[in-house]
């Protein structure tokens, strides 16, 4: 069974860059996408982007200037940077495999990391 | 881009039944894909597609698109049923969208 599990600073300072790796065990991550989503405490989930196994990337248009998503199949990792970080960053960072069935007109996210929460204070 | 419009909050009985809905103009070309998170804990997959619920998944969880709604139905609620509820689709320029999320109250 797949598993996925988010590593990284706990605390980043403003204006520095954030960066989490997300390690997948128990199955090979190619061919899916590789996601990351974000939670700030109490709000909604927000898409962050994907990776594809052949290093595709798509990110969300609101983060595409400061972020990048990357991916080591030799090490079943992918990982995440984020620049320029304010406090409205702060929040729970999940990885996920995500899952895209375009003749089906589909796509899902599972399984998530039990994801990690990045404070972005000084 | 697009957004995925959910009602913030839906109470429902215990063993009722109960829809939470996802509208968008997105879900005209692409479906729905539902979470389940609680207190805590990481989002877990519930259903996606025309008719894709994951294994584990107990089937009174079901759902359905019509037009521009997607909808989450739970058949009998029980406690445990007590969650946030998101919807996903992807949008017109190929980017993922989540719902402003529904909280569910069993009463």
């Known amino acids: 069974q797949v598993q996925l599990q988010e590593s990284g600073p706990g605390l980043v300072n403003p204006s520095e860059t954030l960066s989490l790796t997300c390690t997948v065990s128990g199955g090979s991550i190619n061919s899916d996408y590789c996601s990351w989503i974000r939670q700030p405490p109490g709000k909604q989930l927000e898409w962050v982007g994907y990776i594809s196994d052949s290093g595709s990337t798509n990110y969300n248009p609101s983060l595409k200037s400061r972020v990048t998503i990357w991916i080591d199949t030799s090490k079943n990792q992918f990982s995440l940077t984020l620049n320029s970080v304010t406090a409205a960053d702060t929040a729970f960072y999940y990885c996920?495999?995500?899952?895209?069935?375009?003749?089906?007109?589909?796509?899902?996210?599972?399984?998530w990391g039990q994801g990690t929460l990045v404070t972005v204070s000084s | 881009s697009s957004e995925l419009t959910q009602d913030s909050a839906v109470s429902v009985a215990l063993g009722q039944t109960v829809r939470i809905t996802c509208q968008g103009d997105?879900?005209?070309?692409?479906?729905a894909s539902w979470y389940q998170q609680k207190p805590g804990q990481a989002p877990i997959l519930l259903f996606y597609?025309?008719?894709n619920r994951p294994s584990g998944i107990p089937d009174r969880f079901s759902g359905s698109t019509s037009g521009k709604t997607a909808s989450l139905t739970i058949t009998g609620a029980l406690a445990e049923d007590e969650a946030d509820y998101y919807c996903?689709?992807?949008?017109?320029?190929?980017?993922?969208?989540f719902g402003g999320g529904t909280k569910l109250t069993v009463l």
């Open positions: 597609g025309r008719n």
């Open positions: 997105s879900l005209r070309r692409y479906f």
């Open positions: 996903n689709s992807r949008d017109s320029s190929a980017t993922w969208v």
């Open positions: 996920a495999r995500m899952i895209i069935n375009v003749p089906a007109k589909m796509g899902w996210f599972d399984p």
